[in-house]
């Protein structure tokens, strides 16, 4: 193996962590802010790019951490190393409800594409990278979907989805249409695109956007019930509902224009 193998344990319901068991020299990679607690013989270090390759040339770093800005990332990362003699902890929480889920790449051929803010933490050795689509219809309309990151490698990855969690294995040529802010991960074998919403009034009148992901097998994908983006836009519908209207108030507007707002 080329990644660290590390031990670890989910704990919680709602609003999970993992906790990452180190034996001594051992690492795993994060991004900045994921961390909850460690113990204290855990050392922090930043550095460019994901570590998974040490003798990768300055302009390798540079493509390398170009690609993560493409992302929305941060051009660094943080690694987590057991100093000590004995073995240690160090924790990452989610950030939202949801669920961690355990992908051990070496069981999924070594690599895997996942939505670009799902990924929590790895053993170091991960490659962590972009994986821009194919397709021209998925690089323009793919929302969430567009550019996605691939993790490569032989060691465990977690990755965080929110709310329930659907796993379904694609036979060949079997097609699964998806909201592009439901998919979370899929294996390399899946041939991913973005398709219109045919009948225009579906498209324009049915609340469930213009596009969504079209899977085509074989291979395994990971559907959340909740995206971040969909509990984003709650939040912000329900924060100008202020006064005298209830949650289910059937006057809606009507109520509130009777209030003169």
């Not at 929305?72 to 100093?83: A, W």
């Not at 990151?149 to 977690?158: N, S």
């Amino acid at each position: 193996m080329n990644a660290h193998e590390i031990d670890y344990e989910i704990i919680g319901e709602e609003m999970q962590f993992v906790e990452i068991e180190l034996d001594p020299e051992e690492s795993v990679v994060a991004e900045a802010g994921n961390m909850m607690m460690m113990d204290d013989s855990i050392s922090m270090e930043t550095i460019f790019g994901d570590g998974s390759n040490p003798n990768q040339g300055i302009m390798g770093k540079l493509m390398g951490a170009g690609k993560r800005l493409l992302t929305g990332e941060s051009l660094f990362m943080t690694v987590f190393t057991n100093k000590g003699q004995g073995k240690r902890r160090v924790s990452f929480a989610s950030p939202y409800p949801g669920r961690i889920l355990p992908m051990d790449l070496s069981e999924l051929q070594g690599q895997l594409v996942c939505q670009k803010d799902s990924f929590l933490c790895a053993a170091k050795g991960v490659s962590v990278s972009i994986a821009f689509q194919r397709k021209l219809g998925a690089g323009l309309f793919g929302g969430e979907g567009f550019i996605m990151q691939k993790l490569e490698g032989d060691g465990l990855a977690f990755v965080h989805a929110g709310g329930a969690i659907c796993e379904r294995v694609l036979q060949p040529g079997e097609i699964l249409r998806v909201d592009t802010g439901c998919l979370v991960a899929m294996t390399q074998d899946i041939d991913y695109d973005i398709e219109f919403v045919k009948g225009i009034k579906t498209a324009i009148f049915g609340g469930e956007g213009l596009f969504f992901a079209r899977l085509r097998g074989p291979g395994k994908v990971w559907i959340q019930s909740l995206p971040f983006s969909r509990l984003a836009d709650r939040i912000v519908s329900a924060s100008g509902n202020t006064g005298r209207k209830e949650e289910g108030s059937v006057l809606g507007g009507l109520g509130r224009m009777l209030d003169g707002r």
